[in-house]
């Protein structure tokens, strides 16, 4: 095996990586938010919960994401204005949703 004369590094001529700045909008209060409440198959065949629609910043989001996996009893991820949670648990979500005064339906199929 050779060895590389840079121990292994690699250098780039490209500038620095510009990354997206996090979000930092105001969030609205939960009577203002118009959540969509959608079913979705992956690979795999298997079932995922999505919540779209949130209006809000990143911390935000992630307090309601974990609101919604510890209530369904799941998995599940928060970023990007969407929570995802494993399985189908559009029932649940759109009653914990209407007893925290979130403006919510379900949407698609």
């Known amino acids: 095996m050779k060895k590389r ?3 292994g590094l690699v250098y780039s ?6 990354r997206p700045a996090p ?3 105001r969030t609205l209060p939960p ?7 959608h079913l ?6 298997k079932l995922v919960t999505r919540i779209t629609g949130f209006v809000g910043n990143d911390q935000d989001l992630n307090d309601l994401g974990r609101s919604l996996k510890s209530r369904c009893g799941v998995g599940g991820n928060a970023k ?5 949670l494993q399985g189908d648990h559009r029932d ?3 009653a914990w949703l209407k007893d925290h005064d979130y403006k919510a339906k ?3 199929g």
Not at 13 to 18: K, N, S, Y
Not at 31 to 37: N, P
């Open 31 to 37: 009577a203002e938010q118009d959540l969509r409440i």
């Open 92 to 94: 649940k979500v759109l």
């Open 13 to 18: 001529t490209r500038g620095p990586v510009q």
């Open 40 to 45: 979705d198959r992956l690979k795999g065949n």
């Open 5 to 7: 004369p840079t121990g």
């Open 80 to 84: 990007d204005g969407v929570v995802l």
């Open 106 to 108: 379900k949407s698609g």
């Open 23 to 25: 979000r930092t909008a």
